[in-house]
Every structure is written in structure tokens, then in C-alpha cells.
């Protein structure tokens, strides 16, 4: 079983940035993807960004396009998702996922079996 634990949430004034990392552990794999998603109060879970499991695909929502960027350092088991000129509607507890086996590219929650805990982002206006 694969253990996801994100980190580098915080609270950040609109126009700042962010860079949030999740840490794999466990039976990881050599081909592995993996997703961000966020989740507001009172909202659903929401795709923010995904890459694939040889890293060569990214994908992003419209809402962050050109904002945010979706990166992996397979040598440490790691994915990152930069976030810039971050806005108050950003804010959300942010949630990586990941699945074993793909070489695809999965936007939706559902095509994703390993979660973390989730990190608290907060954009203050």
C-alpha cells in the first residue's frame, strides 16, 4: 500500500505563492499517477492538476492554467504543485492522489484509489 503525505500549505496574501509537495512511501512503483485536488467548504472535490506516471503529461483545471504547474522528482518519490498569483478563491484543504500502474493521465477523483490527508491552502484577499 502506497502512503501519501503532503505539505506546504499555508496562509498566503492574493498575488503570493505557494508550492505544496507530496511525499510517497510504502509499495510504491515505478509508474505511479498522480493528481491534485482541492476541496472548499461547502464544495465538492474539484481537479486542480495531474501528471502522468512517466511524468511526460500534465494536465490542469481552466481555473488554474498558467497559475499552477505540476511537477515530479521520481528520485525522491515526490510531487509538486507550484501555485502563483494565488487567489482568495483558491483557498482550499488540497489533496494529492495517486494511482499505480498508469501511464495515463486521470482527472477525475474516482481513478484514483491512494489519498493523503490533505493540506490547508488559505488566500487572504
Known amino acids: 500500500q502506497v502512503q501519501l503525505v503532503e505539505s506546504g500549505g499555508g496562509l498566503v496574501q492574493a498575488g503570493g505563492s505557494l508550492r505544496l509537495s507530496c511525499a510517497t512511501s510504502g509499495r510504491t512503483v515505478s509508474i505511479y499517477a498522480m493528481g491534485w485536488f482541492r476541496q472548499a467548504p461547502g464544495k465538492e472535490r474539484e481537479f486542480v492538476a495531474a501528471i502522468s506516471g512517466s511524468g511526460g503529461r500534465t494536465g490542469y483545471a481552466d481555473s488554474v492554467l498558467g497559475r499552477f504547474t505540476i511537477s515530479r522528482d521520481n528520485a525522491k518519490n515526490t510531487v509538486y504543485l507550484q501555485m502563483s498569483s494565488l487567489k482568495p478563491e483558491d483557498t482550499a484543504v488540497y489533496y494529492c492522489?495517486?494511482?499505480?500502474?498508469?501511464?495515463?493521465?486521470?482527472?477525475?477523483?474516482?481513478?484514483?484509489?491512494?489519498w493523503g490527508q490533505g493540506t490547508q491552502v488559505t488566500v487572504s484577499s
Open positions: 492522489a495517486g494511482r499505480s500502474w498508469s501511464s495515463l493521465l486521470h482527472t477525475k477523483a474516482a481513478g484514483y484509489p491512494d
